[in-house]
């Protein structure tokens, strides 16, 4: 049971970036799926999930009209639509799935986590 995110680089400010979580072992069509970030020094905090229903999706303010998350049942993946980025926005990025249906904000509410990738927005 896995959880990959990939697609971090570095991106000049008003760049964009698609993040990708791919889940092997299970499916996470089951699951309702958080992105969260980390920037050093700084607690972790989220910032989008999707549910495996009709609820949501939801965005932290910060990132709301900018970010987009969505998933592909088909390809066992989830992705992070990353659009007009800020050098705030530099961080590692981490996904994660919960077995709870609904959108959840709490990290000690998801039950798998990737190993986070790097996002470094240069001004």
């Known amino acids: 049971v896995q959880l990959q995110a990939s697609g971090g680089g570095l991106v000049q400010s008003g760049g964009s970036l698609r993040l990708s979580c791919t889940a092997s072992?299970?499916?996470?069509?089951?699951?309702?799926i958080g992105w969260f970030r980390q920037a050093a020094g700084k607690a972790r905090e989220w910032i989008s999930c999707?549910?495996?229903?009709?609820?949501?999706?939801f965005h932290r303010n910060s990132v709301k009209g900018r970010f987009t998350i969505s998933r592909d049942n088909s390809k066992n993946s989830a992705h992070l639509q990353m659009n007009s980025l800020e050098p705030d926005d530099t961080a590692v990025y981490y996904c994660?799935?919960?077995?709870?249906?609904?959108?959840?904000?709490?990290?000690?509410?998801?039950?798998?986590w990737g190993k986070g990738t790097q996002v470094t927005v240069s001004s």
């Open positions: 072992g299970f499916s996470l069509e089951s699951y309702a």
């Open positions: 999707t549910s495996n229903g009709d609820v949501g999706p």
């Open positions: 994660a799935a919960t077995t709870l249906v609904y959108c959840v904000v709490e990290e000690h509410k998801y039950d798998f």
